[in-house]
């Protein structure tokens, strides 16, 4: 049976217009601090801007008449799944032509950065230009939120295709009635603790250029720093807590965050998510403490890191993996997890973790419980249907088997097992914090997968999955 149709291909082309012509903006905001620093590397910004916004232009006016059908979640997810891919195509073109690294690093790079995962393929970041350094935050602050929601929200207008296009980045809470209002609230809060993220590192005595880029890159949860020693280089107390407060805030819902003034900050305090990420970090962080010699605030600094996918770091990776195994596996279990459903991190989301073990808990008691009983799984006063309990029980399964595959994979190629685990979960889960293997040596099959692994764990799988199978089945006609 065909599940694609030339009318699928052509909803999909043309609704990717807007798509391309956003991430070629994106490619033009960097010519700021390009001419600000006297660098003078336009086209390198320029060439793969324009060729962007020109493609976008195009299928937006050819496929403008041929678009009468109306567009479903599968359309959505295929959009979704390609806007990632060629956001991460163009951004690698730009790194290449400006820094001459080999086109397949630029686009590790491009991706890492927009999945907010954070690993680069850089040698020294601070010899790059500024303009480089401020396209690697500009996409991570980008990616963090949704290159989708972003362009989406400020190009299309309200309706079903905005609906759809939300829901294909795994998104599906709502602040205002509509999609596309929701989306525009949602950028205004992201821009407030932007700015606000900003303010606080000046005043800590940042740099207002390094203020900005790690605003960026904490604030989205991505973590790739300006610094080789990420926010380690600072060695400064009072803007690693700043960092930490920023990536708590950005791995918290963003609904919480709208209800905050409202609540008067009960909303906040009273989420069931924030609780348990502020609780496991606390605990852990203790524990952790108490069985090794670490640095606290290192300690402190690497399990929020963990907990909200950031990745950023003040310990290098190298003294990461001299650390003792068990607190590395303490902070591969934070890594799983990741933060609140509707935010900016990646992993398997604690909603997910809760109505997966909520599942099991009601599976001991129908056991225990008189036979034809039902018991109902609740969350927030609200019972949780047995289809999101499935969903949560097929991701989790799906996302492990996904891990396992390239734990293997880096087993393979010679690399100690250990350190192949933490890589595949830092990969998976858009994390970024990394033990040493994972650089711009690495195999280029390896480089291939890891982007493959960052693509499918920002977009949740089911996207990437759907888009390959509408890609095999094009091909076999």
């Known amino acids: 049976m065909r599940y694609i149709t030339k009318t699928d291909l052509i909803i999909v082309a043309r609704n990717s217009g807007y798509l391309m012509v956003g991430i070629g903006v994106m490619c033009l905001i960097p010519l700021i601090f390009d001419l600000i620093y006297f660098e003078f590397d336009i086209l390198s910004f320029v060439i793969p801007g324009l060729i962007s916004i020109l493609l976008g232009v195009f299928g937006l006016k050819y496929f403008d008449e041929k678009t009468k059908k109306k567009m479903r979640l599968k359309h959505g997810m295929m959009i979704s799944s390609f806007a990632w891919l060629w956001a991460s195509i163009i951004g690698g073109v730009v790194f290449t032509l400006s820094t001459n690294i080999p086109l ?9 950065a927009l999945t907010g995962t954070g690993i680069t393929m850089f040698m020294d970041v601070e010899v790059l230009p500024h303009s480089i350094l401020f396209f690697r935050a500009l996409e991570q602050w980008i990616g963090g939120l949704g290159v989708v929601v972003m362009v989406i929200g400020v190009l299309t207008k309200p309706g079903s295709v905005s609906s759809k296009l939300y829901h294909s980045e795994a998104r599906d809470e709502r602040i205002k009635p509509s999609i596309k209002a929701t989306m525009e609230k949602t950028i205004e809060i992201y821009a407030i603790y932007t700015v606000a993220g900003i303010i606080l590192y000046v005043l800590a005595g940042m740099p207002l250029f390094d203020s900005i880029c790690n605003t960026f890159h904490i604030i989205s949860t991505g973590g790739m720093s300006v610094k080789n020693a990420n926010m380690g ?4 107390d009072i803007i690693y807590f700043i960092s930490i407060v920023l990536m708590i805030l950005g791995a918290t819902s963003f609904l919480v965050h709208y209800k905050v003034i409202k609540t008067r900050g009960r909303s906040l305090l009273g989420d069931l998510q924030f609780q348990i990420i502020i609780s496991i970090i606390a605990v852990v962080t203790l524990m952790l403490y108490l069985v090794s010699n670490i640095v606290p605030m290192e300690l ?42 509707g935010s900016t991190v990646g992993a398997i989301k604690l909603v997910r973790m809760i109505t997966y073990f909520k599942g099991i808990y009601r599976h001991v008691r129908e056991i225990l419980s008189p036979d034809g009983r039902v018991v109902p799984i609740k969350l927030h006063g609200h019972t949780i249907p047995e289809k999101s309990i499935a969903q949560a029980g ?4 799906l996302y492990m088997m996904f891990i396992m595959f390239t734990w293997a994979l880096f087993c393979l190629f010679g690399y100690d097992p250990f350190r192949s685990l933490f890589a595949a979960m830092t990969l998976q889960g858009n994390n970024g914090l990394e033990l040493g293997i994972i650089n711009y040596t690495l195999n280029p099959i390896l480089k291939i997968v ?14 990437v999955l759907i888009t390959l199978r509408a890609f095999f089945e094009i091909f076999k006609r």
Not at 233 to 236: G, K, R
Not at 307 to 333: D, I, K
Not at 458 to 463: F, G, K, N, Q, T
Request: with cysteine; aromatic share 14%.
């Open 104 to 112: 397949l690093d630029g686009i590790f790079e491009s991706m890492s």
């Open 233 to 236: 280089y600072y060695h400064n």
């Open 300 to 341: 402190l600094f690497t399990a929020v890191s963990a907990m909200t996918t950031t990745g950023a770091s003040v310990a290098l990776p190298s003294t990461m993996a001299g650390w003792p195994s068990f607190v590395n596996v303490c902070m591969m279990c934070l890594m799983l997890m990741g933060g609140s459903n």
């Open 394 to 397: 097929n991701f989790i399964t």
């Open 450 to 463: 890891s982007m493959f692994d960052m693509w499918t764990g920002r977009l949740e799988i089911y996207p």
